[in-house]
């Protein structure tokens, strides 16, 4: 439960990260830190972190919940 949730947000996040770099900034803010971290770029990195926490707390509950065998 939340794993699904928690991929998609790292994989959208990772994906949004890496088409920034392919992307020309905006022309008012332009680069943030030292010439190579855009606004986008900042904006995704909560969204990497949320989608990584999702999964190791999905996962982490998966295991210390116990199923039942399967006959």
Not at 17 to 27: G, H, L, N, Q
Not at 35 to 64: D, N
């Amino acid at each position: 439960m939340g794993a699904a949730s928690g991929l998609f947000a790292l994989g959208y996040g990772i994906f949004r990260c890496i088409a920034e770099c392919f992307r020309e900034p905006d022309a008012q803010i332009g680069y943030i830190a030292s010439g190579w971290l855009t606004e986008g770029q900042l904006l995704s990195l909560p969204l990497i972190i949320i989608g990584a926490v999702l999964l190791v707390v999905a996962y982490r509950h998966s295991r210390s919940v116990r199923q039942p065998p399967p006959f």
